[in-house]
């Protein structure tokens, strides 16, 4: 449903109704639609214009009395990706970031040996990531039609392997998100896969689609070998890779999580009331607007020196008239937290290259 369709709807008096209207549309995806649906408030979700203070005293996203289950910690994992030195730094404050907030769990970094040099694997394994070496999966028909960029995320399909190393539940997270709280209760989830909702600042809003940013998923190389099998065949937008595969693959088999489980800096830029809502409950920050660890600019080294990175850091926070200035300062303050501690191995890495 297209947003401009309701653009030239004329303002009417506001309604008792539009406030829980507005207070449902910080509840999940498949709750929110359906209260709206089945009491007829009809309200565009892209038109809402919610604020925390609307909903005075929302409850906890996660119970006070919760209690994570007692299976250990070694059959547990958070995973990420690592295809190019570019994002080793990103991976390693990451990393740092999960076991800053306590969550119980491995950290298991499959990466490609041809592309990620013994420097950023090294950078990578000082903040406690297990390296794990995985085959490419190459992308389908060539790789025509998808973006460049994208062209080795196929590879992620690997992380449904990890049964094979004994891991029972896991969440992925892309290389370029900052844990902010501990979300050991996604490990306890029933559910085979589950996701966030997608966040965009075009007209597509907030689409039912998920993002593949962060995943809890139950690893299965039978499910694995499946995809394998219908990846090549599959019909899907090939523009966004496997998020679109995925999202095809598993069709309504996901359960959508809170936006809380992936802070999309999009979510802020789409809805400024939105995102102030989210802070207080925010696990999993998600800069897919701005990467303050990334930097390709023409001959400076894959791997960026702590000066090189601070750089980085400034001109990230300067990007978008400083739109994003304050969680690009979340991911500095992370940054700093873990040279503070790891700066003696960080530095080893460098002199080993």
């Not at 490609?112 to 389908?140: D, H, K, T, Y």
């Not at 989830?189 to 075009?202: E, G, K, L, M, R």
């Not at 962060?214 to 990846?231: C, G, H, N, Q, W």
């Amino acid at each position: 449903m297209r947003i401009d369709r309701y653009l030239s709807i004329p303002i009417r008096p506001r309604r008792a109704t539009d406030k829980i209207i507005e207070c449902v549309g910080r509840w999940p995806v498949l709750l929110r639609s359906y209260v709206l649906v089945r009491y007829g408030w009809s309200t565009p979700y892209s038109l809402v214009q919610s604020s925390a203070l609307d909903c005075r005293n929302p409850p906890e996203l996660v119970e006070k009395s919760w209690k994570p289950l007692t299976s250990p910690s070694d059959t547990r994992a958070v995973v990420s990706t690592l295809y190019s030195d570019s994002f080793a730094v990103g991976v390693a404050v990451m990393g740092h970031s999960v076991r800053e907030a306590n969550v119980s769990a491995r950290l298991i970094l499959p990466y490609l040996e041809n592309r990620v040099s013994a420097q950023a694997i090294c950078i990578a394994r000082a903040v406690g990531w297990e390296p794990m070496p995985v085959p490419f999966i190459p992308p389908p028909h060539n790789g025509k039609g998808i973006h460049r960029r994208f062209y080795d995320q196929y590879t992620k399909l690997n992380i449904w392997a990890l049964d094979k190393k004994g891991i029972e539940r896991a969440v992925y997270l892309d290389a370029d998100t900052l844990v902010r709280r501990n979300f050991d209760e996604l490990f306890d989830s029933p559910f085979n896969f589950a996701a966030v909702p997608d966040a965009y600042i075009d007209s597509r809003g907030f689409p039912i689609n998920f993002n593949a940013g962060v995943l809890a998923f139950r690893p299965s190389s039978a499910v694995l070998d499946v995809m394998k099998e219908k990846i090549a065949t599959a019909d899907f937008p090939l523009k966004q890779a496997e998020q679109s595969f995925l999202n095809l693959f598993f069709a309504t088999n996901v359960v959508r999580l809170p936006y809380a489980y992936n802070a999309n800096l999009s979510i802020k830029k789409r809805s400024p009331a939105m995102w102030e809502g989210l802070k207080d409950e925010m696990r999993i920050v998600h800069y897919t607007m701005t990467k303050p660890f990334l930097d390709n600019s023409p001959g400076l080294p894959k791997i960026l020196t702590e000066k090189m990175q601070r750089k980085a850091i400034e001109r990230s926070a300067a990007m978008h008239d400083r739109e994003y200035a304050e969680e690009v300062g979340w991911w500095a303050r992370a940054f700093d937290r873990m040279m503070q501690e790891k700066r003696v191995e960080m530095q080893a890495c460098y002199r080993s290259s």
